[in-house]
């Protein structure tokens, strides 16, 4: 593990303080050669925990994604009757007891059974593991809506008397509830926040943690993306009056990027969490490694509060793509961000087709939300978990629900309703954008020692 500057008694540490003035400038610079091997560091994947709309566990999420088997059904959604929602149906006392669930938020379980989960297939071993060296990054849409909304219609049956409010209301409120409780859950005491970064949360919670484990300041890291929103009112009906919320008499089909009669968005739970470590801890302990971070990128369009912007989109793709040391060709699986709705699909498909549209024949492209929605925060690092078993069995899952190709986002390479058998995956480039125009663009590849 790291921490080579305190070890040497240097209190000039990396990963602590600096000192002022002239005394930190001679450290830093006696330990050049050792941060210039930081920054480089190869950071690779070694554990993956996750719920989805249609799946438990990494397993049985990939098998439904090759068997077409969507996870969207109806919701009772107040004041707002019966809506379409990806709900999540994991066991949330698996890790937590009856008055952790009641206490904490939706939002908190849902990170508490993914890093539980992630921690146990890394195989480390935990007890072992020096908490204060541990970092806790998750990306996240929004939080507090769901708790606030609650306490207002709670408080709405007394008369609005505020004595009835819950105590318990602003922790359960603070941005970093959800890496806060899975701080709580596991003993971590390194950094443990959330990254509020709309629908691009996923990919930033990786991104982050990559970031970090580069610079020292944590040996091992649980990162990724959580949503509960579909416990909160307030999403549906502000996507309802964009006229952007999905409609459809079967509830399985009602997710459909791509598809000429796609109406919208289907607002969606889960959460997925991986466990990120520098290459070498991660092979002297002998970790199973499923996949090495390649390149990534982060930039915004500055354009609009909610329509995407395809050159600033394009951008990021192709930066990440660079950083990666690669060229577009390289690039074999490419997951797209297209949520259904009509324009913005439109929008990623130009940004794509600029990138990948000539030169590319090895790239194939899928999409994940037409399975189980939008997951919000968790959308990126879910939709990353259901490609990274391509590496191993060369399948690349479709998208589904696409009856008739609307003509404007028919891209070379796009794989659609059944699952496509390739020569070679040795790639994944995982898109993922937001509101206010972030985007963010993350890629893996194929782990070789």
Known sequence: MLATLEREGDVSRIGGGALPG??????????????????SSRIVITGVGLTAPNGNSLAEFRRNLLDGVAGVEPMEIRYMGTQLAGVCHYDPLKYQKKKEV????????????????ALADSGVNWEAVPKDRVGIYIGCTEHGNVETENEIYNVSKFNYDTKFWSHYHNPRTVANNPAGEASLNLG???????IGAA????????????????????????????????????IFAGFKSQNALATHEDPKKASRPFDKARNGIVISEGGCLYTLERLEDAQARGAKIYAEIAGYHVNSD????????????????????????????????????????????????EAIRAVFGEGCP????????????????????????????????????PTINVDELDPQCALPGLVLNQPRKVAKVDTI????????GINSTLIVKRFVS
């Open 22 to 39: 002239i005394a930190f400038s001679g450290a830093l610079a006696s330990h050049l050669p050792f941060a210039e091997s930081m920054k």
């Open 102 to 117: 009641r206490v904490g938020t939706r939002a908190g379980s849902i990170s508490i059974y993914c890093a539980r989960e």
């Open 188 to 194: 971590v005491t390194g950094p443990s926040y959330t």
């Open 199 to 234: 629908c691009a949360a996923g990919n930033l919670g990786l991104i982050h943690a990559t970031q970090m484990l580069r610079l020292g300041e944590v040996d091992f890291a649980i990162c990724g993306g959580v949503s509960e929103s579909i416990h909160t009112f307030g």
């Open 302 to 349: 500055a354009s609009d509060y909610v329509l995407p912007n395809p050159t600033r989109q394009a951008e990021c793709v192709r930066a990440a793509v660079k950083r990666a040391g690669l060229e577009p060709k390289d690039i074999h699986i490419v997951n797209t961000h297209a949520t259904a709705t009509p324009l913005g699909d439109i929008q990623e498909c």
């Open 362 to 397: 090895d790239t194939h492209i899928n999409n994940t939300k037409s399975y189980i929605g939008h997951c919000m925060g968790a959308a990126g690092a879910l939709e990353l978990a259901g490609n990274l078993p391509s590496f191993e069995d060369l399948t690349v899952h």
């Open 429 to 436: 480039l995982n898109n993922s954008f937001g509101m206010l």
